[in-house]
T-cell receptor
């Protein structure tokens, strides 16, 4: 069965650079969630989209932005990268927002040097 | 404050043995509780998902229980295998006023190591 696809899987950037992470949800899933997981930490919710509209916002820094496109894929744009942004970024998708199970992608490991 | 607490933080068992992981939560109202398995550097993989009306759910060698009165859940792993070595994360989804799913609240996980 198709799973959530994230690209790239690994990314190395320098401070103050920008990065774009992509997420392709499971087919027919209309909701996408972004999470940030620092080393040894539990995932922190960043932002979610339902039917291409922002549905919820968590601890996403102002330097980050995200959107969901007409084909339901989502992109997380990160600017002015800081060392502390080094983390595993997960995308999850679900069908609807009423308790539908979230399926996680493999994550993108971002390293900021 | 909505919280999810897991115990133990880490656990080492021998291959073939059983083990039980605990999860206590203070999320209310809550929509559902999930157990995920996360290998190092990989995305969490769902094992079970239970609503407040469900007491137990099994997925192969994994059996989750839920006591909504005491706000406790457990994950029992039977006949452990080396491949069970991973972090097991208890995740609670609160219910928003409108009935929609709130942000997932993650426990910090139990790191299980299965030794030969």
């Amino acid at each position: 069965a198709a799973g959530v696809i994230q690209s790239p899987r690994h990314l190395i950037k320098e401070k103050r650079e920008t990065a774009t992470l992509k997420c392709y949800p499971i087919p027919r899933h209309d909701t996408v969630y972004w999470y940030q997981q620092g080393p040894g930490q539990d995932p922190q919710f960043l932002i979610s989209f339902y039917e291409k509209m922002q549905s919820d916002k968590g601890s996403i820094p102002d330097r980050f932005s995200a959107q969901q496109f007409s084909d339901y894929h989502s992109e997380l744009n990160m600017s002015s990268l800081e060392l502390g942004d080094s983390a595993l970024y997960f995308c999850a998708s679900s069908y609807g927002t009423s308790g539908g199970e979230q399926f996680f992608g493999p994550g993108t490991r971002l390293t900021v040097l | 404050k909505n919280q999810v607490e897991q115990s133990p933080q880490s656990l080492i068992i021998l291959e073939g043995k059983n083990c039980t992981l605990q999860c206590n939560y203070t999320v209310s109202p809550f929509s559902n509780l999930r157990w995920y398995k996360q290998d190092t550097g990989r995305g969490p993989v769902s094992l079970t998902i239970m609503t407040f009306s469900e007491n137990t759910k099994s997925n192969g060698r994994y059996t989750a229980t839920l006591d909504a009165d005491t706000k406790q859940s457990s994950l029992h792993i039977t006949a452990s295998q080396l491949s069970d070595s991973a972090s097991y994360i208890c995740v609670v989804s609160p219910k928003n006023y409108g009935g929609s799913q709130g942000n997932l609240i993650f426990g910090k996980g139990t790191k299980l190591s299965v030794k030969p």
